[in-house]
Every structure is written in structure tokens, then in C-alpha cells.
């Protein structure tokens, strides 16, 4: 490892943390221009390398489901809990649209259904001491409250749940105005998921974290029958976990996330830009340009050799062209293959 | 519900908690779900304990009292929790130049429960609890810390409760209502507070006088005898496994110094309440066994690993111990 800065005499020596702290993109630097060919990060990785994660699932008595991941030293939970919302308490006037709507179909009248009801309320809370950057007793902050509208809108964006899963209906046995026919089917409330991520621990890449335990706490989360009671005159429902009902995502969109290490040329020769994989706090630091991109690759039969880009976002610079940019959904499909591998608990 | 403009909030008319059938409907079936006490009455839960889980904080720690009665599948209402607790520590750091100068450690402690912490959903801006336990958390500790050796510096003991032990057995609040509100498991959360946050100061390497560590004694009402009069005084008790809970302590107790720094009684004591002080003294120094192997632990790993020249993290350990009450 080059622990002395290239700088002309005298030559300073440090240790390596406080090489990093003083002068952290020259020690960046140092580390991937260190080897020609094979150019190693200062976490070890390389430069197209992603932290393997790993997840847990189901570790939270009162959620409808969990997940707890970790991203080395990134560490995530997240809990869904279901709650239900009535029909009285519905705003505003919306009308349900009856079955013709169609419980198949995949109509763009269901994101205005979950959106406009705010069927899902996601949140992140950072304060927990888990960075210090990040110190309890201030409103969220400018990045946390960034963070939370990026999740919301990818939810939203993806349609990731289907609106018929929350929907709470009820056919009367009779029908009062026509004993002759059947009853029309009403709609007597929604679930409401509280989608809460709690950070426990912050090294990079919390976007990706906490996408991946939400995807994680969703598969994970079980509705039980909600039905409504006659005698009882409200929602109940059964405890029983066989009749319990999973949710059914469409898809899995898995978003992977890159820094963009600019580093400064000192003479003609090798690479002097790094576009790193799944960037730890320190490369956050020294790094400004970011993409993300959210790929899906389940729509198709043949794998990761079929897949959808379901979003990118980039900011911060102009370093990634359209070759990078193509270069960086590929490395998103293969990301893909890694965690949806976990996510099915295969690895 | 008021509304935070920087958070997702939930819709307006509000959401109310799913009412399962046979809990209204079935109060036989409910009995049946009621947890018992299994262990004998100076007998502890496990501990897990975890240090260092934060690298970017000076120290960490995690600790984990799984519940004893086991769940069971045959239903999706929740069952008794266990308590969860993760506690970070931000500095000693300098304070800002605007602050008025401090000749020793500024202590902040923030206790936050998450919203999925307990039965009944809880929000996101601390309520008066949540302040009060950083209130009780900041005594125990305050006692302990040697302040004057960072003037003019801060440190931030922040504690995020994943899961906390509950008041009652849910199957009583709802019906009765009488263990509702009395709060009995908040001394639970206190004392585990008080461990952890004891374990994270240890790892963050702040000079101590001892260690903290919590413990709780409860007098309960014994259902089984024939007097109904007959009281029990158990250790670590876990609220929901007793019908009726008459008077409980925690204490942040100091073992080799034998100090108390902070003592919270609630309940009606009766006669005697130094019976019930030694009680949770002895169940603080239970859990003190558990904090100590599991620092030492640490330690060890951590020389261990810069002998053999891997100083590239530390190993992090899990620790279970199994415990048997100090008494």
C-alpha cells in the first residue's frame, strides 16, 4: 500500500487512518493507482466490486414482516406494519370502482388509487446514532428527507404492490333492494402499510440498503383476512396464519448505486476517472458524482438476460457518458443476479 | 395527529390497529394464549450482548433479551416481545465555540423508541416517556462517568429501542384495562438502557468509575396460592407473565463500589422497600457477569488480532451466556 503521498521531498509518511483523514482523495488515489492492472479500493474492493448482503427476515415481534440486512457495515431494519384504514375515514370523495376494474389488469388507475390514498408510508430515521453526521434531536435532515421522497417515488414508480392486495371488500349475503341477485361487492376499507427503516449503522450506500430491506420486509410481510363483520359492524380479522395472505410484488427492481472517484491527472498516463461500485462512507466523501440505476430482470423467462431499466438517476458531474452509462447497467444486472440470488435465499 | 411536513405521513382520517375475531369473541381461546412465568423466581432471561456494531461511532453496543415463553404458530396475534436495544456513542468531542465553557463531560443521552417498538404504533417526535428515560439513563450514568477529564467536551449517548418489554399481557389491557398505563415495562426498558449504554461507554473506552448495570425486582401477586394475599418478590420479571404486578424497582447499581446511581420505584412497595432494592441489585449484578465476558471478550479478540497483524476490523464476537440470578 503507498502510504507516502507523491509529493516531491520532504516525503511525509503517515499511518494509513490519518493519511486518509488529512488528505482523503489523494489516499483514494494512492490506493487505485497502486496496481496497473488490478486496481484495489481502500476497503480492499475493487473497483466493480458490491458488498454482499446479507439478510434476515421475520426478526420483529409486532411487524407484519421484516427484514433486517446488513451491507458490510451498513446495517438495516425494517418493519411493515399494517394497519387498516375505513371507508369513513377514506378523504375526499373517492369511489371505488367496482370489480369490472379488474383485479388482473394492470390499469394505471391503481397508482392514483395507492398514491392519492396514501396506502404507503414509508420512512427512514438516521438519528440513531448511527453516523455523526447525524445527531438526534434535529428535524431530519435535508439528505434523510431526500433519501425517503427517492423510496417513496421508486414504490410508486415501480408498482411494486398491486392495490387489489389492500383492498378490504365485502359482499352482503343478501341483497336487500333484489333478494334475486347477488349483492354488489362493496368496498369497506384499505391496508395501510408502514414501511419503517431504521438505520442502525451508516457506511455508504443507504439508498440501496434501504431498498433492499424494504423489498426484503415486503416479501416477508403476511395480511391476515381482513373481512367485514355484520354483527360486529366494522373490520375484523382472523388470526389464523393459514388463512393469512402474502403480498405479491410486481417484479423485483434492485437498484444499484455507483460513486464516481475523479481523480487528478498528474501525467499522460493510465486511467485517472474510477466509477466504484456500492461506495463505503469514506468514497461518499470524496466522491461527487453519483448514479443509481434500478433494473428488473424477472418480467422474462431467460433471466438476467432479459431485463427492464426501471430508473436512473445521476447527478453531481459529467463524467459518466452513454459507453459508461451502458457499461453501468450491465454491472446493474449482474448486482441483480447477486441479490435477488439472497433475497430467495439461495446464497 | 399532527403533521411533520419532512416525513411520509399517514392518511389523513387516520388508521386504527387490526381487531382480531377471537378476541372479542372468545375469551376461552384467549386464556390459552396467556404467558406464564417458567423460570423460578431469582432466575434471569438470556442476555445477548454485542459490542462494537457501529464502527463509525467511538463505541456501540446491542443487546437482546429474547422472550422466555415460546411463540407459538397456531396464530398471527403477536406474542410477548423480547426487549431489543441498540445504544451509539458520538464522541467525547469538542463542544462548539459558542458554548459556554464546561469544566467537565457534557453528557447527552436521547432514548428513542422505534415505531415498530411496540404493540401500538408509536411516531416518529419523542414523547414525554421516551424523554423521561433519557432523563432516568442520564442520572445512571452521570454518576459513573469521570466528567473532569474532558472539559469543554460533549459526548452523545443515543439509544434506539427496536423492541421494548410491554406493560401487561395484551389479552388483560384489552379487556380490563388494568395493567394498561401503570408502565411497568418501561422499568424493564430502563434497566436495559442502563446495561447497554453502560456496555457502549466500555467500548467507546470513557473512563468509568465502575460499571453500570440495570436490574429490575417486582412483588407480585401470587395466583396460586391459596391466600390471595400472598405476595412474591421475583427478579427480571417479564410484565406480561403476571396477572398482577404490585410494586417493581430498577436500579443502576455499581457492583464493586455497591452504589446505586439511579433507583425508579413504582407500585405499591409496603413495609419493606429495601428488600426490593437488594432484589434488583442482585439482578444488576446478573447481567454485570454478562457485560464483563462479553468486553473481555472483545478485548481479547481485538489484541489477539493486531498480534497477528490483521488490525483490519474488529472480530466481533457473539456472546450467550446462560445466567442464573445473583442471589
Not at chain 1, 371505488?96 to 397508482?111: F, H, M, R, V, W
Not at chain 1, 383492498?167 to 384499505?190: C, F, H, M, V, W
Not at chain 1, 460513486?259 to 461506495?279: T, Y
Not at chain 2, 411520509?8 to 369473541?25: C, D, H, K, Q
Request: negative net charge; charged residues 25%.
Amino acid at each position: 500500500m503507498a502510504t507516502t503521498a507523491p509529493q516531491p521531498p520532504p516525503a511525509l509518511t503517515f499511518p494509513r487512518p490519518i493519511f486518509a483523514a488529512v488528505s482523503p482523495h489523494p489516499f483514494l488515489q494512492a490506493h487505485l493507482s497502486a496496481a496497473k492492472n488490478k486496481s484495489l479500493r481502500a476497503n480492499g474492493r475493487t473497483a466493480r466490486e458490491f458488498r454482499v448482503p446479507g439478510i434476515n427476515t421475520g426478526s420483529l415481534t409486532y411487524c407484519n414482516g421484516s427484514a433486517v440486512v446488513r451491507l458490510g457495515n451498513t446495517s438495516v431494519v425494517c418493519g411493515v406494519r399494517a394497519e387498516i384504514l375505513k371507508d369513513e375515514d377514506i378523504p375526499g370523495t373517492y369511489e371505488y370502482p367496482g370489480q369490472t376494474a379488474g383485479e388482473d389488469s394492470d390499469d394505471e388507475d391503481e397508482g392514483s388509487e395507492m398514491e392519492g390514498l396514501r396506502l404507503l408510508v414509508p420512512n427512514v430515521e438516521l438519528s440513531t446514532g448511527s453516523t455523526p453526521s447525524h445527531i438526534p434531536g434535529n428535524a431530519p435532515t435535508t439528505y434523510a428527507q431526500t433519501l425517503i421522497t427517492r423510496i417513496r417515488s421508486l414504490l410508486h414508480s415501480t408498482r411494486l404492490l398491486h392495490a387489489s392486495d389492500l383492498r378490504i371488500l365485502y359482499r352482503s349475503s343478501t341483497n336487500p333492494e333484489d333478494p334475486d341477485t347477488e349483492a354488489e361487492t362493496q368496498l369497506k376499507g384499505y391496508w395501510v402499510l408502514y414501511l419503517d427503516v431504521f438505520f442502525v449503522s451508516i457506511d455508504g450506500n443507504a439508498f440501496d440498503a434501504s431498498w433492499i430491506a424494504i423489498l426484503a420486509a415486503l416479501r416477508d410481510t403476511l395480511l391476515p383476512r381482513a373481512y367485514f363483520d355484520e354483527e360486529y359492524e366494522g373490520i375484523l380479522c382472523s388470526d389464523d396464519p393459514k388463512e393469512a395472505q402474502r403480498l405479491s410484488l410486481r417484479g423485483l427492481p434492485i437498484s444499484s448505486t455507483f460513486a464516481v472517484f475523479e481523480g487528478r491527472k498528474e501525467d499522460d498516463e493510465g486511467e485517472a476517472d474510477w466509477v466504484l461500485s456500492d461506495p463505503d462512507a469514506f468514497e461518499e466523501g470524496v466522491c461527487r458524482e453519483t448514479v443509481s440505476i434500478v433494473v428488473d430482470c424477472e418480467g422474462g423467462k431467460k433471466g438476467t438476460k432479459d431485463l427492464v431499466v426501471r430508473r436512473v438517476e445521476k447527478s453531481g458531474g459529467g463524467v459518466v457518458g452513454r459507453e459508461t452509462m451502458g457499461g453501468l447497467v450491465k454491472r446493474s444486472i449482474d448486482r441483480w443476479g447477486e441479490v435477488s440470488k439472497v433475497l430467495e435465499g439461495k446464497a | 395527529m399532527n403533521t411533520d411536513r419532512r416525513r411520509n405521513n399517514a392518511p389523513n382520517g387516520g388508521t386504527s390497529a387490526p381487531v382480531f375475531a377471537r378476541t372479542i369473541r372468545d375469551s376461552e381461546y384467549l386464556e390459552k394464549l396467556r404467558p406464564s412465568r417458567s423460570r423460578g423466581p431469582n432466575e434471569l432471561r438470556r442476555i445477548f450482548l454485542q459490542t462494537s456494531i457501529i464502527p463509525s461511532a467511538s463505541g456501540s453496543a446491542y443487546l437482546e433479551i429474547p422472550s422466555s415463553s415460546s411463540a407459538t404458530s397456531s396464530t398471527l396475534i403477536p406474542p410477548t416481545s423480547c426487549l431489543k436495544i441498540t445504544a451509539s456513542i458520538q464522541g467525547p468531542k469538542p463542544l462548539p465555540r459558542s458554548a459556554p465553557f464546561s469544566p467537565s463531560l457534557l453528557l447527552t443521552t436521547t432514548v428513542k423508541f422505534a415505531p415498530f417498538a411496540t404493540r401500538s404504533r408509536r411516531g416518529y417526535i419523542r414523547d414525554s416517556a421516551e424523554r423521561d428515560l433519557g432523563v432516568h439513563l442520564e442520572t445512571a450514568l452521570r454518576g459513573v462517568i469521570i466528567g473532569e477529564r474532558w472539559p469543554k467536551s460533549g459526548v452523545e449517548v443515543v439509544v434506539t429501542i427496536l423492541e421494548g418489554d410491554e406493560d401487561g399481557w395484551w389479552g388483560d389491557s384489552a379487556s380490563e384495562g388494568s395493567a394498561a398505563g401503570s408502565g411497568w415495562g418501561l422499568l424493564n426498558v430502563l434497566a436495559g438502557c442502563i446495561t447497554v449504554a453502560s456496555a457502549a461507554i466500555t467500548d467507546a473506552g470513557i473512563d468509568c468509575v465502575d460499571m453500570v448495570c440495570g436490574g429490575v425486582a417486582a412483588i407480585t401477586r401470587n395466583p396460586e396460592s391459596r391466600h390471595e394475599k400472598e405476595l412474591v418478590r421475583i427478579l427480571d420479571p417479564c410484565p406480561a407473565e403476571h396477572k398482577e404486578v404490585v410494586a417493581a424497582c430498577v436500579v443502576g447499581y455499581l457492583a464493586s463500589r455497591d452504589e446505586i446511581t439511579e433507583i425508579w420505584m413504582k407500585g405499591d412497595v409496603g413495609a419493606d422497600p429495601d428488600a426490593l432494592i437488594e432484589g434488583a441489585t442482585h439482578a444488576a449484578m446478573g447481567s454485570l457477569a454478562v457485560v464483563k465476558e462479553v468486553l473481555l471478550e472483545a478485548l481479547e479478540a481485538k489484541f489477539h488480532g493486531q498480534t497477528e497483524g490483521n488490525d483490519a476490523g474488529l472480530k466481533r464476537k457473539a456472546h450467550d451466556v446462560e445466567m442464573t440470578g445473583g442471589a
